[in-house]
């Protein structure tokens, strides 16, 4: 059997990581087992913040749901509760830009929930 070397396979994987750590501050981008920890480090905060980002784009929506409701008399919770009561299919996200964007596409939406209420 003959003997096997590593240096090519081992080269590659260094470059690899030096690779995935460019723009890296220091010896976190030049030396490899400083590197190393950085990029895995790197991974896990973007693992967490891609699931933190749903939860707090989310958060937003409603934040500005709400603040265009109460400038039509209603708050967030009864706003949603009547739109889902008079089965107005809108997604938080849609309704949270025509809130921003189309204002008079969400004061079409409350006018809609209120007659619908009386």
Do not use: C, P
Not at 101 to 111: A, D, G, L
């Amino acid at each position: 059997m003959s003997r096997v070397k590593r240096g090519v396979l081992a080269h590659k994987r260094h470059k690899k990581i030096i690779k995935q750590a460019k723009g890296y501050y220091g010896s976190r981008s030049r030396v490899y087992r400083v590197a190393k920890q950085a990029v895995i480090r790197a991974k896990q905060y973007a693992y967490r913040d891609r699931r933190q980002r749903k939860r707090q784009l989310r958060s937003l929506w409603i934040m500005r749901i709400n603040a265009a409701a109460r400038s039509y008399g209603l708050n967030y919770s009864k706003f949603i509760y009547l739109i889902k009561k008079y089965k107005i299919n809108i997604d938080r996200k849609i309704i949270a830009e025509f809130a921003i964007r189309k204002k008079n596409y969400f004061y079409n939406i409350i006018q809609t929930v209120k007659n619908n209420m009386e």
